[in-house]
């Protein structure tokens, strides 16, 4: 067939519409795929909501006076202390990030910038190893070998100097952030009159010194002070705030280090180069160029990991030192009960659920603060992580 | 030195006389220059196993502005980043024979690349500012080498000598991101100018330019010439024919047996002489456009 006039083939639109069976194959994928989404999304919300309702009637009956300043988490007797189990959650999660914190980016700094593929191709591997132990075994070895060889056996004093020492780094690393940060806004207001003037520098460095001296200073004073009143030794080879801390830093390694390095590796080569040309040294390039350039990434990372370990349970649980009640403690060398351990060791046993009127609707209560405080982190995380798609 | 006679270009600096081209293609009559700056004898750059350049002998006068031409992948870029030793990041790089600076060869192993490249310092293809503010950016070099006070005047009279200073003096504490791909590049020779080099490397630094930014660099170029020996890589030859003293002309040699191609240099020479008489046929078919 054959139209006259252009002497090409002529078609009908028949010959251009879909087949019946390729329509129906087409509408019976897209209908699976978007149960599958219902599904998910319905199962989420229907969590959200049992988490709620329970949690609402914990909020509704409870006394609020008495969840402050008891003497401490005893939900089978009708004693909720909030503090006694927010605590030391606050503590576990920052024994945590001062375990992973460090080690996580020092590792990723020198995946990303100092280590040959080689290296890199058995190192990596054995970070995602790291990441694939599942918790419960972290947890038996935190409460089994970390809480009596590390945490009972080097003492206190040497978690005191580390500690301190750890505890300078941030201070020092965060002034400088927010002193860059203030003269920048400074500048901005002053824009118009900015001069060049090397007087002014100085002055704004010796105040910022001089801040953080007395910052140092201060929390030393209060971390000596906090270990000296509060700090009682544990008989070795029971669980404590700090073993199951040490044992979710171990465990939130790999996930500083592996989001980190991503967002190391994102840092173009050229910025290298660039920097490598002025004849910068290698640290020096990783400090003041790959770091600050992947600097929102690397907050991610942070975030992230926080929310992963206040999230964590079954290392807190084995090895915080706790059953599922606890006395009022702000010591990470007692045993104690963090908010996921609380609800683990609550809801697990063979009994079921009893005790006094809420005890049941508590543990609802416990898991909605912690579904908001992870999900704020997550959110905040996110942001981060938007920005670092922005830059390059 | 007298020794070495090799491909050692003799030139009347500051004359355009070059009348007399055939004499200058007699090299019988080359004699040594006494302000050789750097001189690269036998360069032979290795990737693993492939060879990348062979056997490039080029001398670098003071005060000059050496332009290095040639098609894609004939290896004039791996040329000009032995000099800072930029090949060092490459991973299986490998660099034999010698490129002496004032006398000292540059891939001794007592030579630190770090001290290299605050002598010779380099401008890159892609603008590449480092996402601080401008004032940090032109600062990075003296900071990082170590001084700490009069760092103001030393970024104004860099980013003056980039003739960029008048654009940016109300903003200096903004984002160097924030600026136009001309700014930046402008920026990035500000910046390198900032550590007070001997020489300065430019890969192709107006690739990425409109006409306008290109002959502001152009210009920097020739007012920046007098405290610098400039090295630059172009594609562009009416850029090469415009900015430089001396031509480099390199091609890639194609190994037929197993298609490989390895970059060499054919010819040097005052750059009048390169694109009005070329001694060599490859030469002549590249700049007249017959080839490349």
Redesign the interface.
């Known amino acids: 067939m054959t139209d006259a006039s252009t002497g090409l083939q002529a078609i009908t639109a028949s010959h251009l519409q879909i087949s019946p069976l390729r329509r129906l194959r087409e509408m019976v994928v897209r209908h699976t795929l978007l149960v599958a989404v219902l599904v998910s999304v319905m199962v989420s919300a229907l969590i959200l909501w049992s988490l709620l309702s329970e949690a609402w009637d914990f909020i509704v009956h409870v006394v609020w006076s008495d969840t402050w300043g008891q003497l401490g988490w005893f939900p089978r007797r009708g004693i909720y202390d909030i503090p006694t189990i927010l605590i030391p959650t606050f503590i576990v999660t920052l024994i945590a990030m001062i375990v992973a914190g460090p080690l996580g980016l020092g590792a990723a700094i020198y995946l990303s910038e100092y280590a040959g593929s080689r290296v890199r191709s058995w190192i990596k591997p054995i970070l995602e190893i790291l990441a694939g132990i599942p918790s419960v075994v972290l947890g038996f070895f935190a409460l089994t070998w970390i809480a009596p060889n590390l945490v009972a056996r080097i003492g206190k004093n040497v978690f005191l100097i580390i500690g301190l020492a750890i505890l300078a780094a941030y201070v020092v690393v965060a002034a400088r952030i927010a002193t860059t940060q203030l003269k920048k806004l400074k500048s901005r207001a002053t824009d118009r009159e900015f001069t060049v003037d090397t007087g002014m520098e100085n002055t704004t460095w010796i105040t910022l010194t001089a801040s953080l001296v007395v910052l140092t200073a201060v929390l030393a004073m209060g971390v000596v002070w906090f270990i000296d009143v509060w700090v009682d030794f544990i008989p070795a080879s029971a669980g404590s705030l700090a073993a199951a801390g040490i044992g979710v830093g171990i465990l939130t390694i790999p996930l500083v280090a592996s989001v980190s390095e991503d967002a190391m590796a994102a840092v173009p080569n050229s910025l290298r180069e660039a920097s490598a040309g002025l004849g910068a040294e290698k640290m020096t390039t990783a400090t003041n160029v790959i770091v600050p350039a992947a600097l929102s990434g690397i907050v991610a990372a942070f975030i992230v990991a926080t929310s992963r370990a206040i999230g964590e349970t079954m290392v807190v649980f084995l090895a915080g030192g706790a059953a599922d009640a606890s006395e009022f403690t702000i010591s990470p060398f007692d045993g104690g009960l963090t908010m996921t351990a609380a609800m683990a060791s609550l809801a697990s046993g063979t009994d079921n659920v009893v005790g006094e009127g809420l005890t049941f609707q508590s543990l609802y209560f416990v898991g909605l603060v912690l579904f908001l405080i992870t999900l704020g982190l997550n959110l905040v995380a996110a942001r981060f992580v938007a920005r670092l798609r922005e830059a390059y | 030195m007298a020794d070495s006679t090799e491909l050692i270009i003799e030139r009347e600096r500051g004359s355009t006389i070059v009348s007399d081209i055939s004499s200058s293609h007699d090299e019988a009559a080359f004699e040594v220059a006494e302000d050789v700056l750097l001189r690269a004898e036998k360069v032979n750059v290795y990737y693993g196993d492939f060879r990348a350049v062979k056997d490039v002998s080029l001398d670098v006068r003071q005060h000059e502005i050496l332009a290095l031409i040639g098609p894609s992948g004939c290896g004039k870029s791996t040329v000009l980043r032995c000099y800072?030793r930029?090949n060092d990041?490459i991973?299986d790089a490998r660099v034999t024979g010698t490129i002496s600076y004032r006398g000292v060869n540059l891939y001794d192993e007592e030579v630190d690349?770090?001290?290299v490249?605050?002598r010779i310092?380099?401008v890159?293809q892609?603008p590449?500012?480092?996402?601080?503010?401008i004032f940090d950016n032109v600062a990075?070099?003296p900071r990082?080498?170590g001084q700490k006070?009069?760092?103001?005047?030393i970024?104004?009279i860099s980013l003056r000598k980039a003739a960029l200073w008048d654009e940016v003096?109300?903003?200096?504490?903004?984002s160097a991101l924030g600026l136009s791909g001309g700014q930046q590049q402008r920026l990035?020779i500000a910046?390198?100018v900032a550590?007070d080099p001997d020489v300065l490397l430019m890969d192709e630094p107006c690739s990425a330019l409109d006409p306008i930014a290109t002959a502001r660099i152009e210009e920097l170029m020739q007012t920046i010439k007098k405290d610098y020996t400039i090295l630059i890589v172009t594609h562009n030859m009416q850029q090469a024919a415009r900015i430089s003293d001396t031509t480099a002309f390199f091609t890639s040699d194609v190994e037929t047996r197993n298609d490989t191609r390895t970059g060499i240099l054919v010819e040097v020479g005052p750059t009048e002489n390169i694109f009005s008489n070329p001694s060599d046929e490859r030469t002549e078919n590249y700049v007249t456009g017959r080839f490349g």
């Open positions: 800072n930029m990041l991973k690349p770090v001290e490249r605050r310092g380099m890159f892609k590449n500012p480092f996402p601080k503010s990075y070099g990082v080498a006070k009069g760092l103001s005047e970024v104004e003096k109300d903003r200096l504490n903004s990035c910046r390198a550590i």
